[in-house]
Structures are given as structure tokens and as C-alpha cells.
């Protein structure tokens, strides 16, 4: 299995990257998002997911261990192959994921190209409970579970959404690992944001 790879861009364009290790181009499928940060010429790390067909050996690549992660569940989901994983990372980030699975909120991979009212649904229900954990960060899914909470809390008081999700926002950037997981904490923090007024 090949983890990832390290090696100077060759090539980008698209969704694929090239990569050259140890004078061996190496192709790499990645998303759109992740081409725009490589250069030709830079050295660059990727995590990768090695996919192997009867007739086809494929690279996909990622820009963290979360990315990978969430690759890795989905191709887990009935009808969800590498392709249509990418795609999901193509449209939503790892938390963004995370939060739409615990929301059970099935729109946001409709949105996905090739990916159909029912295969939203099987991904929502596959999914729920498995968000993998960093060893350094707070679970994706967690984090994210707590600030949905935290803004619809906040919501309910009478902020504005884009209010409330600006002090939840600011709220996970100041705390710290125990308290961004922990609904309380996190909106005691979040309304210390808007120094009384609204």
C-alpha cells in the first residue's frame, strides 16, 4: 500500500497531479481545490490511497489525513467508488462532511455529480457514528456535531446566522482541544464574542 508520497510536481493540471519520486513520475487524481495549491517545480507531500482494479492501478491523493479519511468511508458506502468519493471531497470538506452526516442532511451530496437522491441517503445512514479521529485533534465529526449545536443555540437566542456563525468561529479558533468539543463550554465561549450587544 502506498500511504503517500513526497516528490517535486511535474505536472498539474485538473484533477491530476504528477509527482516525481526518485526519477519515477507518479500520477495522482486530486481535486481541484488541491491542484490550485501545487506548483510545478515545488516539492510536495501527498497522502494517497492506492486503488487496485483487475486492469488498473490507481492513485488518489489528499491534502491531510482527514481528507483520506473521509475518502475511505465513503468508498465504504454501497455504490460510491474512488470517483464519485472525489467528487464528495470536491464539494465538501472533511467537516463539512462530517456536519451533513450528522445532520442527516443528504442534500449536500446530491449536489455531488453521479451521486443520486438515494446513494445521499445510504451515505448519511453509512456514515453516522464512523467519523475517524485524529491522534492529535479533536474527532472531525465531533467538532463539527458541537459548533452545529453552538450556532443553532445561538440562532435561537436571536443572532443573526452569519452572526452566530462568525462567534462560533472565533470561538473554536481560541479554545482549546477539550473545550471545542464540549457544547457548554464552546457557547459560553461563543456569546463572550458579541460583548452583549446584538
Not at 464552546?186 to 450587544?197: E, H, K, M, N, V
Amino acid at each position: 500500500m502506498i500511504s503517500s508520497i513526497r516528490g517535486v510536481v511535474a505536472h498539474v493540471a485538473g484533477t491530476t497531479a504528477v509527482l516525481e519520486v526518485g526519477g519515477v513520475g507518479l500520477a495522482v487524481t486530486i481535486t481541484p481545490q488541491h491542484a490550485l495549491t501545487l506548483r510545478v517545480g515545488s516539492e510536495a507531500t501527498v497522502r494517497t490511497a492506492l486503488i487496485v482494479r483487475e486492469d488498473d492501478l490507481s492513485l488518489f491523493g489528499f491534502r491531510d489525513s482527514d481528507e483520506l479519511a473521509v475518502f475511505d468511508l465513503l468508498r465504504g458506502v454501497t455504490g460510491v467508488g474512488p470517483k464519485s468519493a472525489m467528487g464528495v471531497l470536491a464539494e465538501l470538506s472533511p467537516g463539512q462532511v462530517a456536519a451533513a452526516v450528522a445532520t442527516e442532511d443528504d442534500s449536500a451530496f446530491r449536489r455531488v455529480s453521479g451521486i443520486g437522491p438515494k446513494t445521499a441517503k445510504l451515505i448519511v445512514v453509512s456514515l453516522a457514528g464512523k467519523m475517524i479521529v485524529a491522534p492529535s485533534a479533536a474527532p472531525v465529526a465531533a467538532v463539527s456535531t458541537v459548533s452545529q449545536s453552538v450556532l443553532v443555540a445561538l440562532i435561537g437566542l436571536g443572532w443573526s446566522e452569519r452572526a452566530a456563525a462568525q462567534a462560533v468561529d472565533d470561538a473554536i479558533a481560541s479554545a482549546g482541544p477539550d473545550v471545542a468539543g464540549d457544547v457548554p463550554q464552546l457557547l459560553r465561549l461563543a456569546l463572550t464574542q458579541f460583548s452583549g450587544s446584538r
